[in-house]
């Protein structure tokens, strides 16, 4: 028993040391960071900030939308360009970007829109800026009090040709079995339901 205690004190007794001498070393220098980090400049109080890049979309993309006029209840199509504004009723728009899913997926076309309210009795302002989708028209909507603005499809200028983003491969068309299937039906023996 003795022993066992001279042993515990003698080896709490080398720890103890040994945490002495690791505290007595000296303590290398920090290293100088490799690269400083780069000191960005506060925006200033009251600056517009830039917008950010438009989304590239394919040359000639057209975004195919319909204006309502609320007080006569008379639909205009519009043809937008993308990047270009166009004027409906008091409304410029300005199409960003548009996509429509490939004909082999769920018919889908969402744009991101610009909307500004040029009323000749009121300073422009804009009264929307964001997604509108066609299959939800009413999930994004345009809050107006005179039109209605809302997407339809997005196409790069020839008749029925959707705009995507990716090409999915074609869809295979598979024959369905009709009446007009010479199928033959084998009859049973007489002594299967026995």
């Known amino acids: 028993m003795r022993r066992v205690a001279a042993l515990l004190l003698l080896s709490g007794g080398l720890i103890a040391a040994g945490a002495s001498i690791v505290a007595a070393q000296p303590k ?11 000191q960005t400049p506060a925006p200033q109080a009251g600056a517009p900030e830039a917008p950010p890049p438009p989304l590239a979309s394919a040359p000639g993309t057209i975004l ?29 728009i300005t199409a960003r970007y548009c996509y ?29 800026s964001g997604w509108m989708y066609a299959s939800s028209p009413g999930l994004n909507g345009m809050e107006h009090p005179l039109y ?19 090409s999915s491969a074609k ?24």
Do not use: Y
């Open 100 to 128: 429509s899913t490939p004909a082999s997926e769920t018919p889908e076309t969402s744009a991101f829109l610009q909307i500004e309210d040029h009323r000749p009795d009121q300073a422009a302002k804009r009264v929307f």
């Open 28 to 38: 290398p220098a920090a290293a100088p960071p490799a690269h400083a980090p780069a």
């Open 171 to 194: 869809p295979v068309k598979v024959a369905s079995p009709d009446s007009t299937d010479k199928e033959q039906v084998e009859e049973l023996p007489a002594e299967a339901g026995r």
């Open 148 to 166: 209605d603005v809302w997407v339809i499809n997005c196409s790069n200028g020839a008749p029925n040709t959707p705009v995507a983003a990716m």
């Open 64 to 92: 195919m939308l319909r204006g309502l006029d609320k007080i006569t209840g008379k639909p205009t199509d519009i043809s937008a360009p993308i990047g270009k504004p166009v004027h409906f009723a008091t409304l410029t």
